[in-house]
């Protein structure tokens, strides 16, 4: 049975190597194999917290949580499972362990994600809940959701 461990990082704390594969991973999933052409390295890294979820030296799955700005939203991006390690629940785990870190370390702020719009009911069932129509982002339809903060949802 396959052992996965998870890694907060900021973008200092991460190796040459870490930061690499995280990269090339999510590089190989949104452009080469969902043929999207768009600026995966945006800027955006230099201040967010990844989360990578590890099996041994691969890199499994990863994602990016934006802390806020203007807006005092949490974003959470670039959710990502390597191919071969699909099926694993690790989607699961990814979002499970990026909202509870958001709602600790920004406990009363929402959280908002733009995600794929097949994957709503996937991020609906953490109580995402829409809040725009379907959009084309580089050519793949995504809907903008969002997360109330804990103040919010204990009301």
């Known amino acids: 049975m396959t052992k996965f461990i998870s890694y907060w990082n900021e973008i200092d704390d991460l190796t040459t ?15 080469v194999e969902q ?17 990578r979820i590890m099996d041994g030296e691969e890199l499994a799955a990863c994602l ?3 802390p806020p700005e203007k807006d005092a939203i949490v974003k959470i991006g670039r959710v990502v499972v390597a191919q071969n390690y699909r099926g694993y629940k690790l989607g699961q785990r990814l979002m499970q362990e990026a909202i509870s870190f958001a709602q ?19 991020y609906g069932s953490f109580g995402f809940v829409a809040i725009s129509d379907i959009y084309l ?8 959701m969002r997360l109330k903060a804990n103040k919010e949802l204990a009301q």
């Open 17 to 31: 190597r870490a930061l690499y594969s995280m990269l090339k991973l999510r590089m190989d999933v949104f452009i």
């Open 35 to 51: 043929n999207c052409a768009f600026e995966e390295i945006d800027g955006k890294d230099i201040t967010a917290f990844h989360l």
């Open 64 to 66: 990016r949580v934006l």
């Open 104 to 122: 600790q370390k920004f406990p009363d702020l929402p959280i908002e994600l733009g995600g794929q719009s097949h994957l709503q009911k996937f």
């Open 137 to 144: 982002e580089d050519g793949i339809p995504h809907i903008d």
